[in-house]
């Protein structure tokens, strides 16, 4: 319903009137995808300062090219989304120097001059024929540059794309301490490559999409043929393919039009800006998803484990990276249930308190004029709006305002009895812990919940919490990613897969991928990688024959 | 659609509208540490006192200058015609919500110890609040006198309580039932119940005498009344009797000079209880192991020797048997009521003849024949292995 | 189909686990003990012999008729009308326990959870919340006991290592003291919560290999027995045969008594928040079951229509079925085990045999 009225819309956008020759911009704009390049040299430039209205940053130079000078040809590009030494050394140079000398030798007919062109002359690597408007515009607006010779209906694009894009950074929203420091940029073409740098089997598949009406965005998917469910695949092609807005600008666009569950909290695709994150997930058999203009890549199918999974457990021993992840999970708890918890526990169930602690809570909000819950959402509310104003503010004055939130207002909430310092504490942590959660939108989804979950905990105290705990569970395990129950292995519960999620089983363990996502060619790698000593003779141990030296 | 919105308002008006039935602030709970139990003045009617915590006062360090500090428990009572009865007029005159789930014990006056225990019993483990877990032990004197008590190292008797109660393993000297415990012997059949007593000892120190709780003896019961007490040495021989461990210092004479005394501290006991049938008579074999230590010895004799060892070990097995028969003498012939569960022990060895006695059990248990034995080795000497003098 | 979905044999056992425990491990210990004294666990033993001979009876009906459940092949066995009126028997069954254990659910919240909010409540946040669940279907509350089921096992092994250290098991002697009798009168009420495997008469054409289904049922069953048998020693050596038939909810007391290091106590609240989540399991299944047999019975499309009604019955039968608590506990001690076993066990039966008479369904 919703495409139909926006097709209807852009429709209105560009039909304004009707007429038969089709020379003026409204009609043009409307045929443009039926329409072929003529073999009229002047009519075609025309027809493209026409399409693009003139624009300053368009630059057509014409020249003559043959040992005669006969031929008229032009070089068109958008200014700024080429590489201007490859357009000069590569294009300019090839057309107006050697294919002269060229001809000199065999004369150039017109009819073969774009096949002699491309074969002989262009230095180019890479060279293309258009025919029709629509391709010449996309690739000219992807900062190709066309050649049309005057006679032929069909030009020539030589990739010669080059702008200011971001060098490869470390990405800011997934830092580690151990483990690759380069992140994906807004530039398509450097995330392939840097895709392409970890994977390096010719099995690696990337499918080109254009998406968007008006934006044109490239979009490209990424997965291993043979390990990747070729059903997935087709999967995400198909709800790509039916995509059809105007624009898209960032991942967040896709990943709404092609998740499972549109009116979930929980977000069925996952989002990372880190190649070896992507990599390892296409390694298990998941389906990347790169979109051009942002450095943040799309992984399919996603679970909920991801969550408390962060690449660096990967990159530590895994006793260390099994122990961090528990850390996670309990983080992941408390960030969702500490403060109604702590709500349910002070106003409902205070036996469970340890008789001292309870005197000395109970002690530290004697004279608080507000009950537990409203303590609690005050709290709660001025952290979340801490925290957004440190993200919008500028960089060097974000952190001084979290240290001034942080610490003074809740010093001086304490001091005028507005809360209990408890209370403090326990949102404090809240806070914290929620940023451990792997991926900023996982603690977003709870911080929401939270505060849910709150409002159970002080009607009906621990009951409430679990109500709101078995309503949240029930509706988890009933998402499903792109086929793949989204608690899987917990519910559909899988031993197997375990070894992956509450800890981190060492590398010489994870014989086989997980059980829903890779399960066209399971097996990983070998058994017995574990490394050990052989006592056989001729493999010799180090470390032993040191003991006979002695 | 429609319908998924009804159902949502009738659930955030459901949750909303009535209110939070069991929600409480927990500011605004009177924290009950110690529950009293007395007899009240007037016929039929009980007292309860109860010790109610101050918070502030409690965790301390917060009394600002210049602000009047309040003791840290307030102690207050009320009286009813029932146990509930008195504690729903106590609540008339406290401001805040009894909170009854952190008491520590609850104290019995022996007046009501003597009437019947059976409602205390039943008013504490119908609340959901109270739990098995808490102790119960019968003061000697009035319940709301030792609440009212200030101890010398704690803030409240509760502290002193607790602190007590972990501590017995000391001596030996009393055992605290807990309501586990007392439900249980007053339920089944072949034993009565015992818990500790409780006392208030005055210690007086240059300006003012101060009352301390102790921990002391055991309150024998016969069904859910109490009839009377047993002493520290008798409290001990009760636990050997009743499979207990039994820690604590025993003290013989040196057996080289016969004045001096030598402590013995014991670390570990056991004892097994088997109901034995003579010529159709049923008789108890009782035996007790136990272990201990040398810790003090008061002579100039070298007790570091096999046989002085072997002459101590008997000394400390008379020393433990005086205690045990003092304990037996006084169930059988003072008392006349089977607290050591010497009962159930027959019931599980001959369930056939217990059905026969098994309501007359507490004539049988008096005549009953108790052959005990023990078996007592001493088996370090502690950090040094001869006197500290010259030979 | 109605129901879509399938579910594997573990998450059938797993599910079966959590069913029939749930409640019996609240409530059968002290009824149980009641009658047997200390040999209680022998009753959980019997009452186990017993519910294995349902699975042997329901699972040998499932294989016969597969991808059909007792409400469809009761009709093609007895033929359309005498059909139907088993059909009716099993959703009046159904609707009878869901009802009640949502009674007992609400009532034990009441007694020893919140006593000053209305039975009501819990009544209807649970059954809504239940509605809410199972419009997923049999795959959802599969999936959702998956995450509880692991959590809940875990806190029964906690608990018995806890309460242990204060049992004394001289308490379960002497064994057999009044004969076999009692323990026999015991074991028909522990043998009506067994008897609950019957729900397999409803779940194995849904089971994706339905060869495991009687399998996973006696296994199920086995695991209940031994949780079970685990109870009913624990509460009488922990509190003695006479404490533990007076305490309406012994294994609660049972967590109520453990103190970890004289610190951590009072943590019932903690475990029973688990315990709850095991009940709203059990609910939802027999709720669900509920709905699939009026759907079947009706032979309608969808069960989806029928939920909210059958919530509304559900909510209603529960507060209207009892008085007060006396006659619940009553009515488990003394109507429920003869009243479930004849229709958990005496009807598949006859559906059995006369099956085999009429050499009906695939062998």
């Known amino acids: 319903m919703i495409r139909k009225v926006f097709g209807k819309l852009l429709s209105r956008l560009i039909k304004t009137e009707s007429s038969k020759g089709c020379n003026d911009e409204p009609c043009l704009l409307e045929n443009i995808e039926n329409l072929d390049l003529t073999a009229d040299l002047e009519a075609n430039l025309h027809r493209i300062k026409q399409i693009l209205g003139d624009s300053p940053d368009l630059v057509i130079r014409s020249c003559r090219i043959g040992l005669k000078q006969e031929i008229s040809a032009a070089i068109i590009y958008i200014d700024g989304l080429v590489d201007k030494l490859l357009v000069n050394d590569d294009v ?18 017109r009819k073969h001059i774009l096949e002699s062109i491309t074969e002989s002359m262009l230095p180019a690597s890479d060279v293309r024929n258009v025919k029709s408007l629509a391709d010449f515009f996309d690739s000219v607006l992807s900062g190709d540059t066309a050649i049309l010779v005057d006679g032929s209906a069909v030009g020539l694009v030589v990739s010669t794309r080059g702008w200011k894009s971001r060098n490869v950074e470390e990405p800011a929203s997934e830092s580690v301490v151990r483990g690759p420091r380069d992140g994906f940029t807004e530039n398509l073409r450097d995330n ?8 390096k089997t010719p099995l690696l598949r990337i499918e080109a999409f254009k998406i968007g009406r008006l934006s ?90 991801e969550w408390i999974q962060a690449v660096e457990d990967y990159y530590e021993r895994y006793p260390m990276g099994s122990l961090i992840r528990l850390l996670r999970i309990a983080a992941l708890l408390s960030a969702l249930l500490l403060p109604s918890f702590y709500v349910a526990i002070t106003t409902h169930h205070q036996e469970m308190l340890p008789t001292v602690l309870l005197l000395s809570i109970s002690a530290a909000r004697e004279g608080v004029p507000f009950p537990a819950i409203v303590e609690a959402f005050i709290m709660e509310l001025s952290f979340e709006v801490l925290r957004e104003a440190g993200i919008r ?149 180090v470390h032993e024959r040191r003991d006979h030296d002695d | 659609m429609k319908k998924r919105i009804a159902v949502f308002l009738i659930l955030v008006l459901s949750l909303t509208n009535s209110g939070c039935w069991n929600r409480v602030e927990i500011e605004d709970l009177a924290v009950v540490l110690l529950i009293g139990l007395d007899k009240a ?30 003791k840290a428990v307030w102690v207050t009572a009320s009286t009813g015609d029932s146990i509930c009865d008195a504690q729903q007029n106590l609540a008339m005159h406290v401001s805040r919500e009894l909170f009854w789930a952190h008491t520590r014990a609850i104290i019995i006056g022996e007046e009501l110890a003597r009437e019947g225990i059976a409602p205390v019993i039943d008013f504490v483990d119908r609340r959901r609040d109270l739990r098995r877990r808490m102790g119960i032990v019968v003061v000697r004197g009035e319940a709301r006198e030792l609440l009212e008590a200030e101890p010398g190292l704690e803030k409240t008797s509760g ?31 072949g034993i009565h119940p015992t818990t500790s007593s409780i006392e208030l000892v005055e210690l007086k120190d240059e300006k003012n005498t101060k009352k301390q709780p102790k921990l002391t003896g055991t309150a024998v019961f016969r069904d859910d009344k109490l009839i009377g007490w047993l002493d520290e040495a008798e409290t001990r021989g009760f636990l050997f009797l009743k499979g207990k461990k039994v820690t604590g210092i025993f003290t013989v004479k040196c057996p080289v000079c016969e004045e001096k005394n030598v402590s013995i501290m014991s670390t570990r006991s056991s004892t097994s209880i088997k109901p034995q049938l003579v010529d159709g008579e049923l008789t108890l074999a009782v035996q007790i192991k136990a272990e201990g230590d040398v810790l003090e010895q008061m002579c100039r ?16 097995a008379q020393a433990i048997k005086a205690e045990v028969i003092a304990a037996l003498n006084k169930a059988q012939r003072n008392y006349q009521v089977d607290i050591f569960g010497f009962g159930q022990a027959v019931n599980r060895k001959f369930p056939k003849l217990w059905q026969k006695i098994e309501y007359k059990w507490d004539e049988e248990f008096p005549e009953l024949p108790v052959k005990i034995s023990i078996e007592a080795k001493i088996r370090r000497l502690g950090m040094i292995s001869g006197p500290t003098t010259k030979p | 189909m109605i129901e879509g979905g399938k579910i594997s044999s573990r998450q059938l056992l797993w599910l079966l686990i959590t069913t029939i425990l749930s409640t019996a491990i609240l409530f059968l210990p002290s009824i149980v003990v009641a009658e047997a004294k200390q040999d209680g666990w022998l009753s959980a033993i019997f009452a186990t012999f017993v519910g294995l001979l349902v699975v042997l009876v329901v699972s040998t009906l499932g294989l016969r008729f597969p991808q059909q459940t007792i409400v469809e092949y009761s009709e093609i066995i007895l033929g359309r009308f005498l059909g139907k009126i088993v059909g009716l028997v099993f959703i009046w069954f159904f609707l009878h326990m869901s009802a009640i254990v949502v009674r007992e659910f609400a009532e034990f919240m009441v007694v020893s959870f919140m006593p000053k909010t209305p039975l009501m409540v819990f009544i209807l946040t649970f059954v809504l919340l239940s509605a809410f669940v199972l419009r997923g279907g049999i795959e959802v509350i599969a999936r959702t006991n998956e995450v509880f089921f692991p959590v809940i096992f875990f806190l029964i092994i906690i608990v018995t290592i806890l309460v242990v250290k204060d049992a004394d098991f001289t308490r379960l002697m002497p064994m057999l003291e009044r004969g076999i009798s009692p323990v026999l009168k015991g074991t028909i009420i522990p043998a009506g919560w067994q008897g609950e495997i019957v729900v397999l008469a409803f779940l194995l054409p849904y089971l994706n290999r339905i060869h495991e289904g009687r399998r996973a049922g006696s296994l199920a069953l086995l695991v209940v027995g031994f949780f079970l048998f685990l109870a009913e020693v624990l509460t009488v050596a922990v509190f003695g045969a006479e404490v533990a038939a007076r305490t309406l909810f012994p294994t609660f007391n049972l967590v109520r008594y453990i103190s970890i290091a004289g610190f951590l106590e009072h943590l019932d609240p903690f475990f029973m928040i688990f315990w709850i989540g095991s009940v709203f399991i059990k609910i939802t299944l027999f709720y669900y079951i509920t709905c699939l047999a009026i759907a079947q019975w009706l032979n309608l499309r969808d069960y989806k229509p029928i939920t909210l009604p059958v919530a509304t019955i559900i909510s209603a039968l529960s507060v209207l079925l009892f008085d007060n608590i006396t006659e619940l506990v009553n009515f488990i001690a003394k109507v429920w085990g003869p009243y479930a076993l004849s229709i958990q066990l005496g009807i598949p039966a006859l559906l059995l045999v006369v099956a085999m008479l009429r050499r009906q369904g695939k062998r």
């Open chain 1, 393 to 541: 503010l500028p960089r060097p004055i974000g952190p001084a305002i979290s240290i001034i939130g942080g610490v003074i207002i809740g010093d001086a909430a304490v001091r005028a009895g507005l809360v209990g310092a408890p209370m403090v504490v326990v949102v404090a942590f809240t806070g914290i812990a929620s940023y451990a959660i792997s991926g900023y939108t996982a603690s977003i989804t709870m911080r929401f919940l939270r505060f849910g979950v709150m409002v159970l905990s002080t009607v009906l105290g621990l009951y409430g919490v679990m109500l709101a705990v078995i309503a949240i569970i029930a509706h988890v395990v009933s998402l499903r990613s792109f086929g793949v129950p989204y608690l899987s292995p917990i519910a559909p519960f899988n031993v197997r897969d375990l070894k992956d999620v509450f800890l981190r089983a060492p590398w010489w363990a994870m014989f086989k991928r997980p059980r829903l996502i890779g399960h066209n060619e399971p097996i990983r790698q070998d058994y017995f990688l574990m490394p050990r000593y052989f006592a056989d003779e001729e493999n010799e141990p």
């Open chain 2, 41 to 70: 003045k007037e016929e039929g009617k009980v007292r309860i006192t109860v010790q109610l915590a101050r918070p502030e006062e409690m965790v301390g360090g917060t009394a600002e200058g210049g602000r009047v500090t309040k």
């Open chain 2, 159 to 189: 502290q002193v309580y607790s602190g007590l109660l972990v501590r017995l393993f000391r001596h030996s000297k009393a055992a605290v039932s807990d309501l586990r415990d007392i439900y249980e012997m007053l339920t089944s059949r």
């Open chain 1, 92 to 109: 300019m140079k090839a057309l107006m120097l050697e294919v002269q000398m060229v001809e000199s030798k065999e004369n150039l007919k």
């Open chain 1, 192 to 199: 392939t490559a840097l895709l392409r740098r970890r994977i």
């Open chain 1, 216 to 305: 044109r965005t490239d979009i490209e998917i990424a997965y291993i043929k043979g390990i990747a469910d070729e059903k997935v695949v087709e999967e995400v092609r198909r709800r790509l393919r039916r995509i059809d807005v105007d624009h898209i600008l960032e991942s967040a666009y896709i990943e709404e039009l092609i998740e499972d569950a549109p009116f979930s909290l929980f977000s069925t695709v996952y989002r990372t800006e880190r190649p070896d994150k992507l990599a390892g997930g296409i390694f298990e058999g998941r389906v990347g998803i790169l979109i051009d203009n942002t450095p943040f890549a799309l992984l399919v199918p996603s679970v909920f484990a």
């Open chain 2, 301 to 316: 004799d070298d007790l570091s020797r096999p046989e002085i060892i072997g002459a101590l070990n008997q000394r400390f």
